[in-house]
Structure formats: structure tokens, C-alpha cells
């Protein structure tokens, strides 16, 4: 049975490892009114004065004690066997998940299998916070804004007036090209799906079907990639290279492995960016924040937050 709690002040979260939107994160739960504790989040390498009335944890294990849930970063983990530290630190997995109580809350992001199997064996409630399509759509916004600064970085020409091409109509796709044209881009969609394509063209994008994706090999200044599968082959790179203009820029905003044959695309000279964790890295703040509110409605649903 969920603990009852009196007030936010009762009750602790632990915020272990993560970048610099976990930082901001920490602070805003702290802002309101939760005792937080931090660890894993570069101790040498300052932050407190994003931390706010977080308090930074030497070891995991103080700030683990008598936590109410832990949250852990977006993604928890990038080698299966730590938790992603990236702003420095060297925590294991089996520390977290063996030192807090059973019937604990774990919160992470891009949660799979082998993270549900350790928390299941250690008698451990988990939750994926970027599961949460409130947390998706609104983190989309970072990701398109970072893709266009990247673009915007990379380019010899202004977005505006340029021929740009996305793949794939899906949250990030759909922010990425609203925010293109709104640049003053010529913007191409490539989706799959015909209510996708109807409502590309009803937004006023030059929709294409993926079937015909060999289109896109010239004429477009820069084509930005939202699907997590292999697009973009040896064939269609060697088309893209043969192609006008004479700059060859993709963004890859696919999760790993990416949508782009990245050996094919240096061979033939085409320049691939794969730009990913775009919001903490563009817009810490603001992405703490979108997690903060995903977060505190997961601890709401587990009853550990108390209704305002």
C-alpha cells in the first residue's frame, strides 16, 4: 500500500546521475517543496548553483536513504551495466536496485527489459517517465529547435529560403517541420502512412511516400532524419552525393543505431550529424522542467505525491 503523506515536504527523491537537465530537474522538485538528493552528477564539476536546495550526495547510498523513489536519467543507462553519468560519476546499476527497500519507486527513462527484470527482482515498482506522451510531445520542442541550430551551424545559407527535407511524421518530425517553415524553409515530409501524408499536405509541407525517398537526393540543402531504422542506404548516399547542391548535410535525430549507413555516408563524402539528446543539451532548463511535470504526475498516480 502507497505511503500517506502529509505534506511535499515529507517525502525524499533521489535524482541519481544525468546530464545538466537533470540538474534543473532537481532543483525544480526541490522548488517544490520535496527534500531532494542528488548523486552522480558531477561532483568536481560545479552545477550548484542549478541545484538550488538539492543537496548533492557523495554516495549513492546517502542519497538513496529513506527515499520515497528514485529517479534515474533519460536514458538510465548506456551500457547496461551503469547508470549514464555523463556529467561524471561511476555508478552501478546493482548499486541502485540493491539498496532501496522493496516496494520502492524507480523512475527512469527508456526503460527496457533487463531494467523491468532487475527491478522485478528486487521486488521494485519501475515506471518509463519518457513513456508518457505528455513528456514526449512537449520534449519534442527542444529536439526541433537543437536540430535547427545544428542545421543553422552547419550551413553555408540561411534555413530561410533553403530546400530542407524531413523523415518521418511522428512527435519530432511534426515540431521540426512546423518550426522550419515557420523559418522560412521549403519543407518536404517523407511518412509512410496516408493520414500522415494527408495531413503533411494539409499543413502545407510537400509530402512524399517513402517509396519514392530517391527524390530527396537532389535539390535539398539538408535532410534531417526522425526514424529509428535504416533509411537512408549505400544507394540512396551515393545519389545523394552525386546530387546538387554542392554542400551534403544530414542530421540524424534517430535514436542509436540511427537511420543512416554512416560508414556508405563518409565513403561517399556526405556529412552526417547525429544529433542526439538535444534538449539537455540545447535547453537544460526548459527539459527539466518537461520532466519534472511527467515525473510528478507518475508520483501522483503512485499516490507518493499528495494532491494540491
Known sequence: ?????????????????????????????????????VCGAGGNMGGEDILG?????????????????????????????????????DILLSEIFGEVPAGTLVLAGRVDEAAREMAAKAGLKIEDYYDREDVCIENAIPT??????????????????????????????????????????????????????????????????????????????????????????????????????????IIDLASKPGGVDTDAAKAHGVKVIQALSLPGRVAPASAGMILRTGIVNVLKEYGIAPER
Open 1 to 37: 500500500m502507497a505511503k500517506k503523506y502529509h505534506s511535499i515536504s515529507d517525502i525524499k527523491l533521489a535524482v541519481i546521475g544525468g546530464d545538466v537537465r537533470q540538474l534543473w530537474l532537481a532543483r525544480a522538485l526541490a522548488e517544490d517543496g520535496y527534500e531532494v538528493a
Open 53 to 89: 536546495k538539492a543537496v548533492r550526495c557523495i554516495s549513492p547510498e546517502d542519497a538513496l536513504h529513506m527515499c520515497d523513489a528514485v529517479i534515474l536519467p533519460l536514458p538510465y543507462t548506456t551500457d547496461g551495466r551503469r547508470v549514464n553519468c555523463p556529467l561524471g560519476g
Open 144 to 249: 526541433a529547435e537543437g536540430a535547427a541550430a545544428v542545421a543553422m551551424a552547419e550551413l553555408p545559407i540561411t534555413i530561410h529560403g533553403s530546400n530542407a527535407a524531413v523523415l518521418g511524421f511522428g512527435r519530432v518530425g511534426k515540431a521540426l517541420a512546423n518550426l522550419l517553415k515557420a523559418m522560412g524553409a521549403s519543407v518536404t515530409v517523407a511518412a509512410r502512412r496516408d493520414d500522415d501524408l494527408a495531413w503533411i499536405k494539409l499543413y502545407g509541407y510537400k509530402p512524399l511516400h517513402f517509396s519514392r525517398i530517391a527524390e530527396l537526393c537532389s535539390g535539398y540543402d539538408v535532410v534531417f532524419n526522425s526514424v529509428p531504422a535504416r533509411v537512408l542506404d549505400e544507394a540512396w548516399l551515393s545519389r545523394f552525393a552525386a546530387g546538387g547542391p554542392s554542400w551534403k548535410l
